[in-house]
């Protein structure tokens, strides 16, 4: 499915189908009371395949859309790591920046289309008819889809109601949920969808949720519960089944090239597409790479962008690693180049002054911001036209994952292998990680391992909260700086620093806890 044009979640069905509360309107005028024989009612809905293929569509759409990973997500969230030195742009940085408290912008959103996604699969789940041939890979998919919201919002937000039922209108305000019963929910849906989905999908089917998508999330949410055991054990069943593309096919792994290829575990899909309507959950109007806006250089994004610290590049040059970094990072190092393969210094001269200006050095990231589109005037101003599926789980995340579960279970030796896996794959030329390194040492290999593989691939900032490191990197005396990898704090465009006890997760919107005063606000703000 490039791009799985039945699957691109550009055909979703009406809104009745999928919205919360159900409104039956009954009139005496006869004229009005006509039935629309071209819409699925909710007492037929489930019944037919092409109904509930049309769902699982329209379930993706507000993950896709411009309010989630389409862009806010990138701008409210992922930029918090230490990887981005944010250039302040008013309310839409003040998250990413540390800034951000109640009120301000987009915490609002992702919590609202994570909702309506859940909404839309719970409908899926309890109401698809069980006689249906594609039963299983039908309703798998809508289990893979709420465990994967439920996980970005039990991440991002901490306290979130759970709710895997149809609304009640006698009880439509939902108390916050413990965070393990959230947990728990996740891996039962991911346990359900290991059963349900297939191993693999073909032609416009391609690059839907698989059984091994789900086990790397069951996997993963292991790891980030410290069950190192269940971690390592679920992850091993992940090991063979996918492969690693070789080093000089590396940016393959980011671009419109190759998508869905055999390093992908789960990828989103995207579409460039010509209609365009901000943050709309309209067929043929989302799923563009809006997130273009906050990985582009600072004069090609209307909000200014990053620089990245560089730390992050002097990592890359300790230990001679060329070919993630010219896929990662663009800077003047010797064949660096911008857009549409546009010599660097040419290209970014104008980036590179405003980068000069501020003091900071002029390092620009390289994926997702649409270098590989074309030239700087090809790609439009808003990514509209920017079509890369955003690889959420590769190959190589999950036996760095596996790595690190193995280490904590004191499994060091078996844990190196991996890392090594991932550090030499095919063509790499790089040293491998020595052999009789302690558990600490290990840890730290693996820490800086996934920094190179997975950079500005939304995982940094999620990594450094679990490992307890966030206020290390981030905090006031910033180990990057006191350990001397460079002279200015992460954070140092905008003045936001991390806090402990408030940062390792955004506020509950405002405008829920008004809609229902039982949710509690998160602590700090």
Same mark, same amino acid.
């Given at each position: 499915?490039?791009?799985?044009?039945?699957?691109?979640?550009?055909?979703?069905?009406?809104?009745?189908?999928?919205?919360?509360?159900?409104?039956?309107?009954?009139?005496?005028?006869?004229?009005?009371?006509?039935?629309?024989?071209?819409?699925?009612?909710?007492?037929?809905?489930?019944?037919?395949?092409?109904?509930?293929?049309?769902?699982?569509?329209?379930?993706?759409?507000?993950?896709?859309?411009?309010?989630?990973?389409?862009?806010?997500?990138?701008?409210?969230?992922?930029?918090?790591?230490?990887?981005?030195?944010?250039?302040?742009?008013?309310?839409?940085?003040?998250?990413?920046?540390?800034?951000?408290?109640?009120?301000?912008?987009?915490?609002?959103?992702?919590?609202?289309?994570?909702?309506?996604?859940?909404?839309?699969?719970?409908?899926?789940?309890?109401?698809?008819?069980?006689?249906?041939?594609?039963?299983?890979?039908?309703?798998?998919?809508?289990?893979?889809?709420?465990?994967?919201?439920?996980?970005?919002?039990?991440?991002?937000?901490?306290?979130?109601?759970?709710?895997?039922?149809?609304?009640?209108?006698?009880?439509?305000?939902?108390?916050?949920?413990?965070?393990?019963?959230?947990?728990?929910?996740?891996?039962?849906?991911?346990?359900?969808?290991?059963?349900?989905?297939?191993?693999?999908?073909?032609?416009?089917?391609?690059?839907?949720?698989?059984?091994?998508?789900?086990?790397?999330?069951?996997?993963?949410?292991?790891?980030?519960?410290?069950?190192?055991?269940?971690?390592?054990?679920?992850?091993?069943?992940?090991?063979?089944?996918?492969?690693?593309?070789?080093?000089?096919?590396?940016?393959?792994?980011?671009?419109?090239?190759?998508?869905?290829?055999?390093?992908?575990?789960?990828?989103?899909?995207?579409?460039?597409?010509?209609?365009?309507?901000?943050?709309?959950?309209?067929?043929?109007?989302?799923?563009?790479?809006?997130?273009?806006?906050?990985?582009?250089?600072?004069?090609?994004?209307?909000?200014?962008?990053?620089?990245?610290?560089?730390?992050?590049?002097?990592?890359? *040059?300790?230990?001679?690693?060329?070919?993630?970094?010219?896929?990662? @990072? %663009?800077? $003047? !190092?010797? /064949? +660096? =180049?911008?857009?549409?393969?546009?010599?660097?210094?040419?290209?970014?001269?104008?980036?590179?002054?405003?980068?000069?200006?501020?003091?900071?050095?002029?390092?620009?990231?390289?994926?997702?911001?649409?270098?590989?589109?074309?030239?700087?005037?090809?790609?439009?101003?808003?990514?509209?036209?920017?079509?890369?599926?955003?690889?959420?789980?590769?190959?190589?995340?999950?036996?760095?994952?596996?790595?690190?579960?193995?280490?904590?279970?004191?499994?060091?030796?078996?844990?190196?292998?991996?890392?090594?896996?991932?550090?030499?794959?095919?063509?790499?030329?790089?040293?491998?990680?020595?052999?009789?390194?302690?558990?600490?040492?290990?840890?730290?290999?693996?820490?800086?391992?996934?920094?190179?593989?997975?950079?500005? *691939?939304?995982?940094?900032?999620?990594?450094?909260?679990?490992?307890? @490191? %966030?206020? $290390? !990197?981030? /905090? +006031? =005396?910033?180990?990057?700086?006191?350990?001397?990898?460079?002279?200015?704090?992460?954070?140092?465009?905008?003045?936001?620093?991390?806090?402990?006890?408030?940062?390792?997760?955004?506020?509950?919107?405002?405008?829920?806890?008004?809609?229902?005063?039982?949710?509690?606000?998160?602590?700090?703000?």
């Amino acid at each position: 499915m490039k791009k799985i044009k039945n699957f691109s979640y550009k055909y979703v069905i009406g809104t009745a189908i999928f919205s919360l509360i159900f409104i039956v309107v009954s009139c005496s005028d006869d004229v009005l009371n006509q039935q629309n024989n071209n819409a699925t009612s909710t007492a037929n809905f489930g019944t037919s395949v092409e109904q509930v293929e049309a769902a699982i569509n329209g379930a993706f759409h507000p993950v896709t859309g411009t309010f989630f990973w389409g862009r806010i997500v990138h701008t409210g969230a992922l930029l918090r790591s230490d990887e981005f030195n944010v250039f302040p742009f008013g309310s839409n940085t003040a998250m990413s920046t540390f800034l951000g408290n109640p009120g301000d912008r987009w915490a609002t959103e992702p919590w609202q289309e994570l909702y309506k996604s859940i909404a839309r699969c719970n409908n899926i789940i309890i109401n698809t008819s069980k006689d249906l041939t594609s039963y299983d890979s039908l309703v798998g998919q809508a289990y893979f889809l709420r465990a994967f919201d439920y996980w970005y919002l039990l991440n991002l937000y901490g306290n979130v109601p759970l709710i895997t039922e149809l609304p009640d209108l006698d009880n439509l305000l939902v108390d916050q949920a413990a965070p393990q019963d959230v947990w728990n929910q996740i891996i039962a849906d991911l346990e359900k969808a290991e059963m349900m989905l297939p191993d693999s999908w073909t032609g416009e089917n391609l690059g839907r949720a698989t059984s091994g998508a789900a086990t790397a999330l069951k996997g993963k949410s292991y790891l980030y519960m410290k069950e190192w055991k269940k971690a390592h054990e679920t992850l091993d069943d992940l090991v063979g089944k996918y492969s690693l593309l070789p080093a000089a096919q590396f940016g393959e792994n980011f671009s419109t090239t190759n998508e869905n290829n055999a390093e992908s575990v789960f990828e989103l899909q995207f579409l460039g597409q010509a209609n365009f309507v901000w943050g709309s959950d309209i067929p043929q109007t989302g799923t563009m790479g809006n997130y273009h806006i906050d990985y582009a250089p600072p004069t090609k994004s209307p909000d200014r962008s990053h620089v990245v610290n560089p730390w992050l590049k002097n990592l890359f *040059e300790s230990n001679n690693d060329t070919f993630r970094r010219n896929e990662t @990072l %663009a800077y $003047d !190092y010797p /064949g +660096a =180049t911008g857009y549409g393969g546009e010599a660097f210094l040419t290209d970014l001269s104008e980036d590179i002054t405003v980068a000069n200006d501020a003091s900071v050095e002029p390092i620009f990231s390289k994926k997702y911001s649409g270098m590989d589109i074309g030239s700087r005037a090809e790609v439009d101003f808003l990514g509209t036209n920017v079509g890369n599926n955003w690889r959420v789980i590769r190959y190589s995340d999950v036996l760095l994952m596996l790595a690190e579960a193995l280490n904590e279970d004191n499994m060091t030796s078996q844990a190196i292998g991996y890392i090594n896996m991932v550090r030499q794959r095919a063509g790499s030329g790089l040293t491998p990680v020595a052999s009789g390194l302690t558990k600490e040492q290990t840890q730290q290999a693996i820490i800086d391992e996934r920094a190179m593989e997975l950079a500005g *691939e939304g995982h940094r900032f999620f990594d450094l909260v679990r490992w307890g @490191l %966030a206020d $290390d !990197y981030l /905090g +006031a =005396t910033s180990l990057h700086v006191t350990n001397g990898s460079q002279t200015y704090h992460p954070k140092s465009l905008s003045g936001g620093v991390f806090q402990t006890s408030k940062h390792e997760l955004v506020w509950i919107p405002n405008s829920e806890r008004d809609a229902n005063p039982g949710l509690g606000q998160n602590p700090g703000y």
